[in-house]
């Protein structure tokens, strides 16, 4: 479950049509969420491998899993 302290965090373009999507469905269900994109450090060092994609939105859970 995530809380504020834990939120999501959501990798994306403020350009993409898809990352646009999954904003939408995350603050229509009202779930906290932290919005960074694709060039943040994290992504390259960490999402980038464990997803082995380079596509976006990708979606870090709280957890560390990847979607």
């Known amino acids: 479950m995530t809380t504020s302290q834990n939120p999501l965090i959501l990798y994306g373009a403020p350009c993409s049509l898809y ?3 999954a904003r939408a469905c995350l603050r229509k269900n009202a ?5 960074r994109f694709q060039s943040h450090p994290r992504y390259r060092e960490v ?3 464990a997803a ?3 596509r976006i ?11």
């Not at 779930?31 to 919005?35: C, N, V, W």
């Not at 990708?58 to 979607?67: K, L, M, R, S, T």
């Open 19 to 21: 990352t646009a999507k």
């Open 31 to 35: 779930i906290p969420f932290e919005e």
């Open 47 to 49: 999402v980038l491998k």
């Open 52 to 54: 082995n994609n380079h």
């Open 57 to 67: 939105p990708v979606v870090e859970f709280p957890d560390g899993a990847i979607v």
